[in-house]
């Protein structure tokens, strides 16, 4: 005689009924709505308020990852004073572990740059058309919004959550800030002795 279900099976449907009621739907926290309201905040404003609310995101960014960063900076620091040859091996895993994070999330990279270019698209969209301002503003922030409503969900889809979405999508400007920060002024370059 076959069995219907296994008993397996019956733990499988438990443990996913349990763990889908527990998560909230994603798109009503108000990690969701926070993006969406800084989207189109950053699509309705002037290229210049653009400018300035990167320029906010990335302060904000670096004062909660600030102490943070000083904290890991001093023990990174630190072991490579004691132990000078694992300052390569430390370095070696820091590259894979970023290159990790980067391949497993090019979904949130692409979710970011939608989040950035849009707005400047849409403004330089702006200064060369005819078409009424008041009008064309409208279409953008409607069809933008929509859209970026849908690159989100289709990432909760996935399996990402909105508040670690949110945090990745806000301290992209910041990363690529400090990405591009000459060596001298990040103190990745040691200073030479002034002998050689």
Request: glycine share 6%; proline share 5%.
């Amino acid at each position: 005689m076959k069995q219907i279900f296994s008993s397996s099976d019956l733990f499988k449907s438990v443990i996913q009924r349990k763990v889908s009621a527990a998560r909230k739907e994603q798109t009503q926290t108000i990690w969701h709505w926070s993006l969406l309201i800084l989207f189109s905040m950053l699509t309705y404003a002037g290229i210049t308020q653009q400018l300035l609310l990167i320029v906010l995101l990335i302060g904000i960014t670096a004062i909660v990852r600030g102490p943070l960063m000083l904290l890991w900076g001093s023990i990174y620091s630190a072991m490579i004073a004691f132990f000078p040859p694992i300052a390569l091996l430390l370095s070696l895993i820091f590259f894979v572990l970023n290159l990790d994070a980067a391949v497993k999330n090019w979904r949130v990279t692409l979710a970011g740059i939608f989040f950035y270019t849009y707005p400047f698209i849409g403004r330089l969209l702006l200064s060369h058309s005819t078409i009424d301002p008041k009008w064309l503003t409208l279409i953008l922030l409607s069809v933008g919004i929509t859209l970026f409503h849908f690159i989100l969900k289709r990432l909760y889809g996935q399996g990402f959550i909105s508040r670690p979405l949110a945090w990745a999508i806000v301290s992209m400007p910041h990363t690529l800030f400090i990405l591009f920060l000459p060596k001298k002024i990040r103190g990745l370059r040691r200073n030479k002795p002034p002998y050689q």
